[in-house]
């Protein structure tokens, strides 16, 4: 077994693995990336360089074209390990998007039903129902009919809070965490506002350890806490600040036995960890498609609703289903058309859909998918796995070359578990230093994210980061912070 199959099968166990002497080298990072069976899917991917992250206005060049045969510094791929923000552009992207407009260009209205035949796109109407098909494997729906590419994320949570969020005089409360994303912040606020609640009173916030940590013990008191007047309990599946995976079906499970229906936001695991929201018997889940899925900027985003609260009754005539925000394109394709006055959804989670999707949305998503349907979450996570450990194995022996008695410039808040997080390792910086830090990153042509007013989440995404960027990443990093 190679080393980085021994070390993916230790972090899969919960274990942390062993490094070797000569782990901070340039040699030993080209060695894992050399072992590595997914290398060869950064050439699907468009990396920005350190040249053109400077650009300030268009010049027709593709970063990374070689026009004379030579790569300069200038030409070198950045250290792109922002992931977690926006996903690197997929070469397959223009192509697909090229596909869709000769379409539109040639065949006008008739793409809502027809398709070119060498085109990689299917018809307007049906690209969505496309789009979830390539999603269900990644967030492990049993089938894509449990799965809904539509609008963006929040609004897609407020679509589902509008079926899901039903509260009354005695069960009215949402579970939250600490520090929501601040969108979802918005969402749960309004909602509670919409049904003519006080969000002081319909709020639950759960609040983290000194450490930023949110156990799943603390989770499970206030399910038990609140097990009678709580109506839904929402969480981020990863906690966009500190990086930490929650225990996605225990807290499920929990909750649901306690009366409470369940979602979740998975804006940081779609594409990111491998999930299972059917067998886990997730209520429903929203999350966006730009950061790792790499669908592009404000790309179309999905939902998931388990089968359960999907289906359509026709056995009185009428159509009997979940109440829910309706709308033309929720409407079964067998009646569409009809225009008829009474709504009788497509069974399952695409029932909720409302609008006629933005087709050239969907292409930049398809193209995206595309790539993701040539492998799979568990080679990609088992790679993550690696490398996540890789950068925390180097990070750490940063802290260890200082100085005896030398307050820490930094302390991971991420938690160590590599069972309990994704790619994102969220490092917290001693007061002073964010600016020093962040202006020899960007000098060096390392793009990572900011919180401002100490943290810096460093994201080394398995679809096209290396361990070579990781070794790269840290020896700008440690000189940034020594000054």
Known sequence: MSDFASKAKVLRDGQKPEFPS??????????????????????????????????????????????????????????????????????????????????????????????LSNSPLTSWQDMAADCAAKSAAIVGAADPSEVVIMNTLTVNLHFMLASFYRPTDKRHKIILE??????????????????????????????????????????????????????????????????????????????????????????????????????????????????????????????????????????????????????????????????????????????????????????????????FNKTSMKDLRSKALVLTAYTEHLLDEIVRRQPEGEEPAFKIITPRDPLQRGTQLSLLLRDGLMDTVAAALEAHGVVCDKRKPNVIRVAPVPMYCRFEDVWKFIEIFEAAIRG
Request: hydrophobic residues 40%; negative net charge.
């Open 22 to 115: 000569n782990a901070n080298t340039l040699e030993y990072a080209q060695s894992l990336d050399a072992q590595d069976k997914l290398r060869h899917f950064r050439d699907e991917f468009i990396i920005p360089t350190r040249a053109s992250l400077k650009k300030k206005a268009l010049d027709g060049i593709i970063p990374g074209a070689q026009t004379n045969g030579t790569i300069t510094d200038a030409d070198t791929p950045c250290i792109y390990f922002v992931g977690n923000s926006l996903g690197a552009q997929p070469k397959a992207v223009r192509r697909f998007l090229e596909a869709q407009l000769e379409t539109w260009a040639s065949i006008g209205v008739n793409g809502h039903f027809s398709s």
């Open 178 to 371: 600490w520090r929501p994303f601040p969108s979802d912040w918005y969402a749960f606020q309004s909602q509670i506002e919409w049904h003519g609640l006080n969000p002081e009173k319909s709020m639950v916030e759960m609040q983290p350890d000194e450490n930023l940590y949110l156990s799943t013990e603390k989770i499970l008191a206030t399910i038990d806490e609140h097990a009678e007047d709580a109506a839904l309990l929402l969480l981020p599946g990863i906690q966009y600040y500190t990086g930490q995976l929650f225990d996605i079906p225990r807290i499920t499970k929990y909750a649901q036995e306690r009366g409470i229906v369940v979602g979740w936001d998975l804006a940081h695991c779609a594409g990111n960890v491998e999930l299972q929201l059917h067998d886990w018997n997730v209520d429903f889940a929203v999350w966006c498609t730009y950061k790792y899925l790499n669908g592009g900027p404000g790309s179309m985003a999905g939902a998931f609703v388990h089968e359960r609260h999907g289906k359509v009754d026709m056995s009185s005539g009428k159509p009997v289903f979940k109440p829910r925000l309706s709308g033309w394109y929720g409407a079964d394709k067998s009646v569409r058309f009809n225009m008829d006055k009474e709504f009788q959804p497509t069974p399952g989670a695409q029932g909720f859909q409302v609008s006629n999707p933005s087709a050239i949305d969907l292409t930049s998503l398809a193209a995206a998918l595309s790539v």
